[in-house]
């Protein structure tokens, strides 16, 4: 059976009892997973760790699994549990402080280095909660009804909070150039 083609709900009530349907939903959700994790902790092992952890407890949890919303959000809320719970045992920084670079034309690189602080400087001026739904949803990749399933929110509040958190970095991006 090619449980690639299943989707999450069909794939979720398998897993539990067939390896090769959970690796069918690992495969499928570890890069936005990991992506969501990196960018919250800006440090690979951590990331992996984590992401390692969050599949552990996913694994584990679809016994109690139950199709309430969708996979995605359930898999993404014990990600932001593991999350939380790391920034409990110590706290870490939103970006990563040494970004790669792989230019060596050193105009690109000044010009890259400049534009990477000032967004990390608009960045730290949003609350958590804002800075979550831009991870969330470009870091992660997660589309607005998923979002608003792991929030508990509307799809009309999510997508209204998004447009807002990007117009008010917009405007303040502009006023600082």
């Known amino acids: 059976m090619d ?16 390896t090769e ?18 960018h919250r902790l800006g440090n690979v092992n951590d990331a992996e760790d984590l992401t390692a952890q ?11 699994y139950r199709e309430r919303g969708n996979f995605s959000a359930w898999l993404f809320t ?15 920084d939103f970006l990563p402080d040494d970004l790669p670079d792989v230019s060596f034309d050193l105009q690109s690189i ?18 958590d909660e804002r800075r979550e739904l831009l991870q969330l949803r470009f870091a992660a990749g997660l589309d ?6 792991l929030l508990h929110r509307t799809e009309g509040a999510v997508k209204m909070s998004l447009y807002r958190t990007l117009d008010w970095l917009k405007s303040n991006w502009e006023k600082k150039t």
């Open 3 to 18: 449980y690639s083609q299943l989707d999450d709900a069909s794939l979720a009530r398998d897993a539990a009892r067939n």
């Open 21 to 38: 349907a959970f690796t069918a939903l690992y495969r499928r959700y570890v890069t936005p997973v990991y992506r969501y994790l990196y």
């Open 54 to 64: 969050v599949f552990m407890d996913a694994l584990e949890g679809l016994v109690f």
């Open 78 to 92: 014990i990600a932001r549990r593991r999350l939380i719970d790391l920034y409990r045992q110590r706290p870490v």
């Open 110 to 127: 000044a010009e890259k280095n400049e534009t990477q602080l000032r967004l990390s400087q608009l960045l730290h001026e949003l609350d």
């Open 144 to 149: 607005f009804s998923e979002i608003a399933s």
